[in-house]
């Protein structure tokens, strides 16, 4: 049973515009929630997080918004270019502090 | 500033044979852990420790083994491979364990079993 989906698998977007990531989670008891980005042949690194207790984060071109009463949290990217052009995972730390990632969503950047 | 290194970056294995997927780290981080991503199904625990000695199940341990004798290694070992272990591999570390320590992750093996 997937507790965090990221129900599209791929997302297009021309350079210079927003990119929205989608991420539900079937836990209320999540409190912490992270975004990754994975290039290929690299691994995921961290890109920004947010904690239950806010709604929004920001930092630069990126910011992911919560909304607690619908389990849903999303990246936004403004704007996108393509060095954005990656694989995005949501994560949500679990009651034992562990992560559980999403399915990942590949975000590509056209010129 | 190497970070978190595991070796190979690329493995064959024939079904039944075994082998250790390496990973070091060199920032001195107590939590480990390793991954595995498989299409549509992301990243899955596979076994973590939390310092030198201690180690425990994560989502998918079955199949794999592993140790942690020193603060920096965390080998993984596939005693008997299968092909539902074809997959690519990820060690991660960071200070604490906790979703709230980021955490640093490793380039990836990227391993077949025929």
């Known amino acids: 049973d997937q507790q965090v989906k990221q129900n599209s698998p791929s997302l297009s977007v021309q350079e210079g515009r927003i990119s929205i990531l989608n991420c539900d989670y079937t836990n209320s008891m999540f409190d912490y929630f992270l975004w990754y980005k994975k290039y290929p042949a690299e691994g995921p690194t961290f890109l920004i997080s947010?904690?239950?207790?806010?709604d929004k984060n920001e930092d630069g071109r990126f910011t992911v918004f919560l909304n607690k009463s619908a389990k849903h949290l999303s990246l936004h990217i403004v704007p996108s270019q393509p060095g954005d052009s990656a694989v995005y995972f949501c994560?949500?730390?679990?009651?034992?502090?562990?992560?559980?990632f999403g399915q990942g969503t590949e975000l590509s950047v056209k010129p | 500033n190497a970070g978190v290194t595991q070796t190979p970056k690329f493995q064959v294995l024939k079904t039944g044979q075994s082998m250790t997927l390496q990973c070091a780290q060199d920032?001195?981080?107590?939590?480990m852990s390793w991954y595995r991503q498989d299409p549509g199904m992301g990243l899955r625990l596979i076994h973590y420790?939390?310092?030198?000695?201690?180690?425990d199940q994560g989502e998918v341990p079955n199949g794999y083994n592993v140790s942690r004798s020193t603060t920096e290694d965390f080998p993984l070992r596939l005693l008997s491979a299968a092909p539902s272990q074809t997959s690519v591999y990820f060690c991660a570390s960071s200070y604490s364990g906790t979703g709230v320590e980021k955490l640093f992750f490793g380039s990836g093996t990227q391993l077949s079993v025929l």
């Open positions: 920032m001195n981080h107590e939590y």
């Open positions: 420790s939390v310092g030198a000695g201690i180690t």
């Open positions: 947010i904690s239950s207790i806010k």
């Open positions: 994560a949500a730390e679990n009651q034992g502090g562990k992560l559980i």
